[in-house]
């Protein structure tokens, strides 16, 4: 390869549990991918990488990295793009403090995160770590619309193995509960940008005393574009969750709040918190200002609450009189006495409420038990999506996987189509006021009258992207046939303006008639109606409840959203394939930790290195990565027919394993193969070795179980420790090399 040109294929250095899979997974990817003369380079956009790239100044000349996602960000707009994109972590404060302070004892001199800056300095430091916590990654990497379904090797196995349904009846108590007015569904408003409003807006607050702040200058709204604005009335978020605590113990459930604090990296935090302080109100209204003094935030959830407090008896001890009168709470960890409300990364909505839907309507509480629980989402946009899938499944009881069709989905998220909160246009109104956008021409867009505290935010989907998202759904569903869906709610007034898109450029193609438009409740109930039936449904979606439904429907039809195929059209020619979703990734980590085995599956990276290859074959002519990429994808088949997937159990097989059969099942296909002789010429003795030297690897795999390991670090592991846990077979490696 020439000096600075890109590697023919990036793959991505992340972090927890696909990361530590990626120290077994790539030497096998290199190895294969060498003999067809195709580079695999790799690109950190890890949390812990994102952090040392962004504070060069601090660190010794030795420790300074390149900021690789910047890198990918530019790589991505051009045709040359190949990326294959692992779970990255999307980092809540408690996650982003973590890495910094283990990085900080390895000796990385990185500032610490200013809570509450005063200086300059500490705001400086403060809004580049803003920049990189919560859904920093994805919408930089993600110039292009996403393409996301079951392939078809998966399916199949799931409905030859149907995995375990929990039983709904339809007595069951389990519901959501959200706010009926003031949310951020009830004060949205939204346009489309004309040619004469296009230009650098700018969003100010106006005080009671007329008094003009500039909350943001210079957003540039293009012509076409779709501009929104909405705020969440804390007061109602305040009187709602008292309500709903109050609720949930007069029915005798467990309460659990569902949030997305990672990808909503402003506005869900805020939300998180006033959860936490509504269910100790009493504590803080008795010891309010001790607890501020103690450095209590409550955006940082029960956790640090607990942590802060631990030293004065009065409060703990008030805080355990509360906690007696309160209802069940939902758990993360019974066994840890860790909370729904510990800390705001450890619940994510679209992992968290998949799982009670799929186990029945039911959650774990403080004794480890089954109950109902009230499923608490404030705010309405997408929570009608679980209530009505609640409300099916007590009617008609739960999915039956052997037997369900699948919903893929064909989302809208683009150039940051849809950041709701998770971007600079989030804020907390300074004082009661006014929150307005102001046009390059002067025109007031959106006005909202605030009060102190209340949560204001805007977003924005371009032009460009919608046409490209509505084509790519027509092309879905010409090249399917199954029933197409637009989740557009014609109440609302962001998906208002979509429609307006949407229904012309049907009518233009001449297929209004192979589309529904509807609202998310209802999609929901035809979608579930479609696929308890065995047929096929597309949901077409913005870029919310495309996060959310390519975990909800996986994980009722294969049990699991990590097997997705996960493929991102750049528009601009390119290739970003995502292998699936990573929300349990801590807890396997820990698994690994405690006792050597990584029970992470590497499905969605096998699946995902079939599409690469096979896309840089079309678009480079590359014919032996077309070989190898249907190598790959015989090699994945291998896995799901002989069951070779990681257990979840110390003892038996681990994710090394499943990395040992897809080499060997790789190269077994490969020396099959008659479209390349040098190919086949050049696997066939690994092959046979990988064969002949099972039992051996298989022997040195299952040795190192049931032990602890050292990684040397969890957010910036040691690459010698991490290798040597991962490729512990010796006759393994001395194959792959």
């Keep these: 390869m020439a000096e600075n040109q890109t590697p ?76 294959i994109k692992l779970p990255n972590i999307s980092a809540s404060v408690p996650q982003l403090t973590a890495a910094i302070a283990e990085l900080q004892a390895q000796g990385f001199a990185v500032p610490n995160y200013p809570e509450e800056p005063s200086t300059d300095e500490e705001k400086a430091v403060r809004a580049k770590y803003d920049a990189i916590k919560g859904s920093a990654v994805n919408p930089v990497l993600r110039e292009g619309n996403s393409d996301r379904r079951a392939a078809k090797a998966v399916k199949n196995y799931a409905q030859k193995n149907p995995h375990s349904m929990g039983k709904w009846a339809s007595d069951s108590k ?30 100010e607050f106006v005080a ?18 779709v501009a929104d604005a909405t705020f969440m009335s804390v007061r109602a978020l305040s009187a709602f969750l008292a309500e709903a605590i109050e609720d949930t113990k007069s029915d005798g459930t467990m309460f659990s709040l569902h949030m997305k604090a990672t990808m909503m990296k402003v506005s869900d935090p805020i939300i998180f918190g006033y959860a936490v302080k509504a269910w100790l109100a009493p504590v803080f209204e008795k010891f309010g200002d001790e607890m501020a003094a103690l450095g209590v935030n409550v955006n940082s959830g029960m956790g640090d609450l607990l942590e802060r407090v631990k030293g004065n008896a009065e409060i703990m001890a008030a805080i355990e009189a509360v906690a007696a009168e309160r209802p069940a709470m939902y758990m993360v960890d019974s066994d840890k006495g860790i909370t729904n409300l510990h800390v705001p990364s450890d619940v994510i909505i679209d992992a968290s409420m998949p799982a009670v839907i799929r186990a029945g309507g039911k959650g774990w509480d403080e004794k480890g038990q089954k109950g109902d629980t009230n499923c608490v989402i404030p705010d309405r946009c997408y929570a009608t999506v679980y209530d009505e899938a609640i409300n099916f ?20 998220m683009a150039q940051k189509a849809e950041e709701y909160g998770s971007h600079p246009t989030t804020f907390e109104a300074p004082a009661d006021g006014e929150i307005r956008v102001v046009l390059a021409n002067g025109e007031t867009l959106h006005s909202h009258a605030v009060e102190a505290g209340d949560i204001w935010r805007a977003c924005t989907v371009k032009k460009a992207p919608i046409e490209n998202w509505i084509q790519l759904a027509l092309d879905r569903q010409r090249l399917t046939g199954s029933e197409a869906i637009f989740w557009l709610d014609s109440a609302r007034a962001h998906d208002a303006q979509l429609i307006e898109y949407v229904k012309p450029a049907l009518e233009t ?12 409740r209802e999609a929901t109930a035809q979608s579930l109606k479609t696929i308890t039936a065995g047929a096929d449904s597309i949901a077409i979606t913005g870029n919310v409840l495309r996060d959310y439904l390519t975990d909800l429907f996986p994980i009722l039809e294969l049990g699991t959203s990590a097997k997705m195929l996960s493929i991102v059209k750049l528009m601009n020619g390119g290739g970003l394939f995502e292998t699936g979703a990573g929300g349990s990734a801590p807890k396997h980590v820990q698994q690994l930790v405690a006792e050597n085995h990584l029970r992470w599956d590497s499905m969605g990276e096998f699946c995902a290195l079939g599409e690469s290859f096979n896309f840089l074959a079309d678009t480079k002519g590359n014919a032996k990565a077309g070989v190898l990429g249907a190598a790959a994808e015989a090699a994945t088949q291998g896995i799901l027919d002989f069951n070779r997937s990681p257990s979840r159990k110390v003892g038996e097989p681990d994710n090394r394993d499943s990395h040992y059969w897809f080499a060997r099942y790789w190269a077994e296909a490969l020396a099959a193969q008659s479209d390349y002789a040098a190919l086949a010429a050049e696997f066939a003795p690994i092959a046979k070795a990988l064969a002949d030297g099972e039992e051996a690897i298989l022997g040195e795999l299952a040795a190192v179980q049931g032990v602890k390991v050292d990684l040397g670090g969890y957010f910036n592991t040691d690459p010698t420790k991490t290798a040597a846990v991962m490729r512990p077979s010796a ?6 090399g």
């Excluded at 209004?512 to 998310?520: C, G, V």
């Excluded at 006759?731 to 792959?736: D, F, K, Q, R, S």
Aim: hydrophobic share 45%.
């Design 8 to 83: 023919d294929i990036l793959y991505t250095k992340v972090d927890e549990a696909p990361e530590l899979a990626s120290a077994s997974l790539l030497p096998i990817i290199r190895k294969f991918a060498a003999a067809a003369g195709i580079e695999v380079g790799t690109k950190d956009i890890s949390v812990a990488g994102r952090i040392l790239s962004t504070f060069p100044e601090y660190l010794k000349e030795e420790q300074r990295i390149s900021d690789d996602l910047a890198e990918l960000g530019e790589l991505v707009k051009t045709p040359d793009a190949n990326v």
């Design 174 to 203: 389990t519901k959501v509960s959200s706010m009926s007015d003031s949310d951020f569904f009830a004060n949205e408003k939204s346009a489309t940008i004309t040619a004469a409003q296009a230009g650098d807006a700018k969003i």
């Design 208 to 225: 009671k005393d007329g008094a003009v702040s500039v909350l943001k200058a210079g957003w540039p709204l293009e012509e076409g574009t």
């Design 393 to 412: 499944f007590k009617a008609n009881g739960a999915l039956d996987p052997s037997t369900a069709g699948a919903v893929a989905n064909v989302g809208l």
């Design 509 to 520: 193609a001449g297929v209004a008639d192979k589309f529904q438009i509807m609202a998310p």
């Design 731 to 736: 006759t393994l490696n001395a194959i792959i």
